[in-house]
Each structure stands twice: as C-alpha cells, then as structure tokens.
C-alpha cells in the first residue's frame, strides 16, 4: 500500500504568533482524519521550532522547505540537514519550482539536497513539473524525466515523496485536470525502481477539487500551498472524501 501524504507548504507565510493561531484551529478537525493519511506541515524555520515545541503527541509531522547539503559551513542563509532534525523535523520539500525559477536550483544542487535530506532520515518530498511553454510543445515527458533522472542520482527510494506540480497551475487557481495529472503521476511512476514511493499533484488543489483529484488512481496526495494557510481549507483538504 502507498502511503497517502497531504502536506501543507506555507512557503513565507506565518509568523509564530500567527503559526500557533492556525494550530488552534486545525487541530480539532484531525478528529475526523482517517488514521492512514499523513498530515504535514512545511513551514518556515522559525515556524518549525515553534511548531515542534506544540506538536507533541499530535499527529502532525513537521517539514522544512529546502536544506543544505553540507553539514556545516561557511554558507550564509543556508540550513543543515542536523539543524532541522535536531527539532524534530521529518519532511522537506527539494527543488520546488519557486526555488528552481527564482534561487538558481538546478537538477544537480535539488540532488545534493536530496541526499543530504536522507542523512539525517528526513523524508524529501522532491518536486518536479513543467511550465506552460513546455507542456505547449509537448516537452511534458522530457522534462520531468530530466528532473528525475538528474535529480534521483543515488537517492534511496524507500524514504522518498514525489510531488508532480505544473508550475502553470501554481498559485494560479488554473489546476491540471484530474486525469491528466493522473496519467503525468503514471508515467513518474514507471520511472521510478521503487513503485512504492508516494506520488503528489500539487497546483492549486482547493477543497473543491480535492476530492477528484485523490480519486484517481496514480495519486497518493496533494501539496498544497494557498488552501494550507486557513485552518479550515486545510482541514476539509485533509479529510477529502
Ligand atoms: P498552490 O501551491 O496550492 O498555492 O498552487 C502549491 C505549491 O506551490 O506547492
């Protein structure tokens, strides 16, 4: 059986104040949360070390949003993967599209990270998707299999997520249509030595949508950046039909 992750990716939003604010008012709904879904939250880091301090016997799982690939070192702005394990973090997402377009991350660096992320057993959640001009041409494939195969370079993939999120339908309300990101996911698999790894769709999953997208057969659950903010979008995505 694949393990069906939702994960919520803050991205930089959140102040402590306003991460404890959201807590309060998401817990209660995990009640209703089928026992076999994970249910996680990528904050920032000061968020992260917030966070850990109130999670305690919840069955939230705790992720960052990027890490370093060295363990220590003279890297201004950076984190290790230790730092984040240290408190308690389990997931972190690698090579999102928003750190590829606007940090210079590339298919070498997202396997660096990737790497390190599984040093210290945090599960990465490795994303990969095409842009508009891309799926317009049909370079749908090519390059997402790029993506993977760079980016895969010695990675374990029995400690691995996948999320598939076309960058056209990020943030854009434009989501990819459920069968269509079901035949994309499909296709990540056949790639993959591991066909156990869970596959997301990610790309303006809303609680309107939700429920056909995690009808389909390929996907074993979302990330999910805008509707992760408000406690009660995250709480109807996360207990989804
Ligand atoms: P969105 O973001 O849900 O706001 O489209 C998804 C993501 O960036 O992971």
């Not at 997202?110 to 095409?130: F, H, S």
């Not at 508009?132 to 749908?140: A, N, S, W, Y």
């Not at 056949?190 to 995690?214: A, C, T």
């Amino acid at each position: 059986m694949r393990k069906i992750v939702i994960a919520g990716n803050w991205k930089m939003f959140k102040t402590q104040a306003e991460s404890l604010e959201f807590l309060q008012g998401f817990m209660p709904s995990l009640e209703h949360t089928p026992e076999d879904r994970e249910v996680v939250l990528c904050v920032p880091y000061t968020d992260l070390y917030q966070l850990s301090k109130n999670l305690h016997g919840s069955r939230i799982q705790l992720g960052a949003q990027n890490v370093h690939w060295e363990d220590s070192g003279a890297y201004t702005g950076e984190i290790s993967g230790e730092m984040l394990a240290e408190i308690g973090t389990r997931y972190v997402i690698v090579g999102h599209s928003e750190r590829r377009q606007y940090f210079g991350e590339t298919n070498e660096t997202v396997n660096k990270r990737l790497l390190a992320a599984q040093k210290y057993a945090l599960t990465p959640i490795l994303c990969v998707g095409e842009t508009k001009q891309q799926r317009d041409v049909g370079e749908i494939e090519s390059t997402v299999t790029k993506q993977l195969k760079q980016g895969l370079v010695g990675v374990d993939q029995e400690n691995l997520v996948i999320a598939y999120e076309p960058i056209w339908a990020i943030g854009t309300g434009d989501t990819c249509e459920a069968v269509e990101a079901n035949r994309v996911i499909g296709l990540i698999r056949s790639q993959l030595s591991n066909p156990k790894v869970s596959i997301q769709y990610g790309g303006s999953v809303k609680p309107n949508n939700i429920d056909e997208i995690m009808a389909q057969p390929e996907i074993d659950g979302a990330l999910v950046g805008g509707a992760s903010l408000e406690p009660d979008s995250f709480a109807q995505l996360v207990n989804y039909k």
